[in-house]
């Protein structure tokens, strides 16, 4: 089946291949994966009542774009609409959220707008508001939809993503980004009341990082009631902290053996595109991303028996046929001009040199829910918000530059 074949990955962390899925897809992404579904895994009546409703949305914007010009029509993501999924903040889904998502997304929505989605009859070739207000409304509805769509293209794939939970490294980002210590933690009479449940969470969540250390809960507890946190956190440190470099570094046998550094520059070789248009489309969009103050990636075009090429298919997530790899596999039914292609390229590109994505989505058991959020949303290979780094620099540097 397609949806298995154009969207698996093999993720090291698990037994299971799991769909290669972005957190920022539009909503024509998903609607292509949809397709895919086999029509025997039919989802929750919530899910499907908000699948219908986007549709019915999506029919709308495009119906009322057929009598608009280019500058004029109604659009819902643009470079400026990017927000990321902050680790701090993520995205927390299944049936019952969705479906109270939508009644409130509903609830405050116009009326005469209301009416419209929520009706069945034939969809007018107008909106009833101001672009403005249409857009805000619309975005709303639009992200449950999303929501929804990810949902039902992930949950035959639930165990798999519950295994994921132990790469859940929350715990790790609050204790760094709090510059919480063994030594902060050597006296729990010391710990401020509002930092205790934060700080037991975190050490709950490294400890599950860790595996075999049994009920993490009473773990934790137990430690606090013994004076004894440090040694947990001394005991569990190590793991996260590798889980959390992994996110962020070229792994051993992600990196590629063809490219050549020279003083500020770094060169990787690409076969040339056989339709003209995608040269400049590879070299400008690349190489004006992948750069950092005086230093530069060259895209050296030419045929190469074993170097990186650009293919199209109809209907795909673009993906790259693993770390290092050699195929970017594009969708041919997106322009090539619009931004969720441009910046696609930049970051699948990061793929072909070695790095990883850098979020993380998996089951929460306690939850009942998918939990999915960004390591970094400033972050090129996090985010679609994100952009080229210096941590992207320096790890090329430390792998390429010998």
């Known amino acids: 089946m397609k949806f298995l074949t154009a969207l698996m990955l093999v993720f090291a962390t698990s037994a299971y291949a799991l769909p290669h899925m972005d957190l920022e897809m539009t909503s024509a992404e998903y609607a292509e994966i949809l397709k895919s579904v086999p029509k025997s895994m039919q989802a929750d009546p919530e899910i499907e009542a908000a699948l219908k ?43 019952a959220i969705i479906k109270k998502t939508q009644e409130d997304v509903l609830a405050n ?21 101001d672009d403005e207000t249409f857009i805000t409304h619309a975005r709303l509805l639009d992200r449950n939809y999303q929501s929804a769509a990810r949902y039902k293209s992930l949950d035959p794939y639930r165990t798999g993503y519950a295994q994921r939970a132990a790469q859940d490294v929350r715990g790790y980002y609050y204790l760094m980004t709090n510059k919480i210590t063994a030594n902060e933690l050597r006296d729990t ?39 004894k946190l440090a040694d947990v956190y001394n005991q ?23 490219v050549k550094w020279v003083g500020n520059t770094m060169t990787v070789p ?9 040269g400049p489309y590879l070299q400008d969009n690349i190489q004006d991303e992948w750069k950092w103050e005086n230093w530069a990636l060259k895209i050296a075009f030419g045929t190469y028996s074993n170097g990186p090429e650009l293919v199209f298919e109809t209907g795909v997530v673009p993906h790259v046929n693993g770390l290092g790899g050699n195929t970017i596999t594009m969708d041919s039914n997106q ?3 619009e931004y969720e292609s441009q910046w696609t390229i930049r970051h699948e590109f990061g793929h072909v040199i070695g790095f990883p994505d850098c979020y993380h989505e998996f089951y929460d058991n306690d939850l009942k829910a998918y939990v999915n959020y960004q390591l970094d949303i400033t972050d090129l290979m996090c985010s679609r918000a994100g952009n080229m780094k210096e941590r992207l620099y320096t790890e090329l540097k430390r792998v390429y530059a010998k």
């Open 53 to 95: 409703l986007g549709m019915r949305l999506s029919a709308w914007i495009a119906k009322v774009n057929t009598g608009r010009s280019a500058t004029t029509a109604i659009r819902l993501t643009s470079p400026t609409t990017r927000r990321g999924v902050p680790i701090d903040k993520p995205s927390i889904y299944n049936p």
């Open 109 to 129: 929505m116009p009326k005469e707008m209301r009416d419209v989605i929520t009706s069945s009859a034939e969809l007018p070739g107008t909106i009833p508001l």
């Open 189 to 227: 009479a010391l710990i401020p009341a509002d930092k205790v449940k934060p700080i037991k969470d975190a050490l709950i969540g490294i400890c599950k990082n860790n595996s075999g250390w049994g009920n993490c809960t009473t773990k934790v507890e137990k430690a606090w009631t013994d004076n």
């Open 236 to 258: 569990m440190i190590a793991t996260s902290k590798k889980l959390w470099d992994g996110f962020f570094q070229i792994p051993f046998g992600g990196a590629r053996g063809d």
């Open 270 to 278: 690409f076969n040339t595109p056989s339709i003209a248009k995608f």
């Open 335 to 337: 322009p090539i001009e």
